[in-house]
């Protein structure tokens, strides 16, 4: 049990085979992150943003469609080591081995920022989702 997390083009579905295989490749098979707390409190704080109603957090059917801004500003965020996006709680996330998550991922979360943008000037909709 915890955090799982996506980033995919709309629609496409994401080749779990290949995800936990050694033959994963993110930018063909859709990017799954476990446990990554400041990213994941990183699309929170937009989620809750454009959701301003919503009682509860990002979770399950909830899906954040990813802008231009959002992945330079995402980009900011993963050169600053998510310094702006500290995790203060979160049991399922995973909030007491942030540092070692943002050390894990640091290659996948740039390759996800370089292609999510090139995905979005050939006219794709990428979207973010979770499941905690």
């Keep these: 049990m915890g955090l799982d997390q996506y980033g995919q083009i709309r629609n496409k579905e994401i080749d779990f085979e290949k995800v936990y295989s050694d033959k994963y490749e993110?930018?063909?098979?859709?990017?799954?992150?476990?446990?990554?707390?400041?990213?994941?409190?990183?699309?929170?704080?937009?989620?809750?943003?454009?959701?301003p109603d919503s009682q509860e957090a990002m979770n399950g059917d909830d899906e954040l469609v990813l802008t231009k801004d959002i992945i330079t500003n995402l980009r900011k965020e993963i050169d600053g080591n998510y310094y702006g996006s500290f995790c203060s709680g979160g049991f399922f996330w995973g909030h007491q081995f942030q540092e070692e998550?943002?050390?894990h991922?640091?290659?996948?979360?740039?390759?996800?920022?370089?292609?999510?943008?090139?995905q979005i000037e050939k006219g794709e909709e990428v979207v973010y989702t979770c499941s905690w």
């Design 105 to 118: 991922y640091s290659k996948q979360d740039a390759q996800f920022c370089d292609w999510a943008l090139a």
């Design 26 to 51: 993110p930018t063909l098979h859709g990017f799954v992150w476990r446990k990554h707390a400041r990213l994941q409190q990183f699309m929170q704080n937009i989620w809750a943003k454009q959701n």
């Design 101 to 103: 998550a943002v050390e």
